[in-house]
């Protein structure tokens, strides 16, 4: 299929995915200014409100903007959005896309994103997400700025909202507001990934800590504020070579391993 435009839509509580693509080939696909949500069952097969599993065949050009997706975190390993590529031998036929824009919440994973290569995503608000905001799995080329996950007071449901990169490269992350992750490791995680560019975040009062690197190489952390309590650490980089963090406005500590260069770095209480 090739140009494809979804837009000014309600969709709405089918049991099976909301705007679903199963191995296709699809260029020019465009999700505009959508109210989508409670696309899935208590007892159906993981999917999501927005799903494009492309374990076979190929999709790019797209873009997902404008919409408020959202609901449920009671069906099994729920979405907001969920892009799945062909697989570790060939990670880079879905992408070349942009998630701008949206409001996304009460999921189990807000964004999740495995064997994607190219997308952008910025401008949104998520939050209330049960297990991860952000599921990045073996994925490259992938700007993430200028986001907010946010732990709003008025909603009280008990989320992890955590944030994890796993096997990943070449991305960047910028101008992120992280607030309050509950029952992880850090409120940004980052493990076996190689060329990370993490810069301008702002992260708060995360249980455990701020943001853990585990065997991460050629990266950096620059220009972040970073404030957790005196107990819990601000940075934590364990293994990993070739990391540079700099210019970091911390509290909590900064600990790393042999590899890691650290300079700059101002720590208050």
């Not at 999700?31 to 069952?41: F, K, L, T």
């Not at 409100?49 to 609901?71: M, P, V, Y």
């Amino acid at each position: 299929l090739h140009q494809i435009n979804i837009s000014d839509s309600h969709i709405s509580y089918n049991r099976q995915g909301g705007i679903v693509v199963r191995g296709s080939e699809i260029r020019n696909i465009q999700i505009g200014n959508c109210d989508i949500e409670g696309n899935m069952g208590a007892d159906t097969q993981p999917t999501a409100n927005i799903l494009f599993d492309i374990s076979k065949g190929s999709l790019r050009e797209g873009a997902i903007f404008g919409c408020t997706i959202q609901h449920t975190h009671d069906a099994p390993d729920s979405a907001n959005v969920r892009f799945i590529g062909n697989g570790p031998e060939d990670p880079r036929k879905v992408g070349n896309f942009a998630i701008a824009d949206n409001s996304m919440s009460d999921v189990a994973v807000n964004i999740h994103l495995k064997h994607a290569r190219g997308i952008t995503i910025t401008g949104n608000t998520l939050w209330q997400a049960y297990e991860h905001n952000l599921l990045v799995e073996d994925c490259s080329h992938i700007v993430l700025g200028s986001n907010l996950l946010d732990r709003n007071p008025d909603y009280r449901a008990q989320t992890k909202d955590a944030n994890v990169f796993n096997d990943c490269s070449d991305c960047t992350l910028n101008a992120l507001n992280i607030l309050a992750t509950r029952g992880v490791a850090a409120g940004l995680i980052l493990k076996n990934c190689a060329r990370m560019n993490i810069t301008n975040c702002s992260i708060r009062q995360c249980e455990n800590g701020g943001i853990l690197m585990q065997n991460v190489k050629q990266s950096r952390i620059s220009d972040c504020l970073i404030t957790e309590g005196e107990k819990n650490f601000a940075i934590r980089i364990i293994g990993g070579q070739q990391i540079q963090v700099t210019d970091n406005l911390v509290s909590g500590t900064v600990e790393f391993d042999q590899g890691t260069e650290a300079s700059n770095n101002m720590t208050v209480y």
